[in-house]
């Protein structure tokens, strides 16, 4: 089972569209290692927050997880990056993969989104950080940032890095905001195809590929076409305040995860 483990409810940026309760919850320590010892099949634990890098306890977390020989994909916003995270032995550093959620191509529109005035401390991190890790950018999409993705694909071609589009759900905060038409979907599976044969796999989506993905068809209405990992059993998340659920974008859907409240 590849585990999501959300491990703080505290983020420095307010984006609109944001899935989690910011209630400030923590996750402990000790519970975070004791679900991935109790769940030794998975290979892969990707964390997330909140901000996970404004949590002390992340380089600490990441080491521990390395221990146990598992491979790390850490979701943050790329507003702050410890001196002690790019300080990491390279057999640590390896195996781990940092996500960027970029959600917008200029300091205007970032703003917007996300509440605060740190685009360009942003891109200063990635230029810092991707020398010394896999780096790649996730950028969620409605209706205020459509206009934006060519803007952000070719930014992404400039600092050489892979970029993902997604698409906003309407979970948490997301229940506010105004989510693409089908029509806009459309639109958008044809040009990603288009931008997919021109820079190959540095760009990627799911909208590309058949649809396995339960989330995108109950809100998007986009077919589902065979088996998701949730379907699987082979995808677990636990939330900050320790709740497991299948999916962080199905959360009435609870899930009995070894080591979980």
Do not use: W
């Not at 891109?123 to 020398?131: A, F, L, Q, R, T």
């Not at 997301?174 to 989510?179: A, D, H, K, S």
């Amino acid at each position: 089972m590849d585990l999501t483990v959300d491990i703080n409810a505290y983020c420095n940026l307010r984006c609109e569209f944001c899935y989690q309760d910011l209630d400030g919850s923590i996750l402990p320590e000790d519970e975070i290692l004791g679900i991935i010892d109790e769940n030794p099949d998975s290979e892969y634990i990707e964390i997330g927050g909140g901000e996970p890098f404004l949590d002390k306890r992340l380089v600490q977390l990441i080491k521990e997880i390395r221990k146990r020989k598992k491979k790390i994909h850490i979701a943050t916003n790329g507003t702050r990056f410890p001196d002690e995270l790019l300080n990491l032995e390279d057999m640590i550093r390896n195996d781990v993969e940092i996500q960027i959620s970029l959600h917008a191509s200029n300091q205007e529109l970032y703003k917007r989104i996300t509440k605060k005035n740190l685009f360009d401390r942003v891109i200063d991190n990635i230029k810092k950080i991707k020398p010394m890790y896999s780096t790649l950018i996730s950028s969620a999409i409605y209706q205020v940032n459509y206009h934006d993705i060519p803007n952000l694909i070719n930014l992404a071609s400039e600092l050489e890095l892979p970029i993902r589009i997604n698409l906003v759900f309407p979970v948490g905060n997301g229940r506010n905001v105004e989510l693409l038409t089908p029509k806009q979907i459309n639109q958008l599976t044809s040009y990603l195809l288009l931008e997919r044969i021109k820079k190959g796999n540095m760009v990627e989506s799911p909208l590309m590929h058949t649809n396995n993905c339960t989330a995108l068809q109950n809100v998007y209405g986009i077919e589902k076409k065979g088996l998701c990992p949730v379907d699987c059993g082979v995808k677990g998340y636990i939330s900050p305040k320790g709740k497991s659920y299948n999916c962080e974008f199905l959360q009435n859907e609870l899930l009995t995860i070894e080591g979980a409240k």
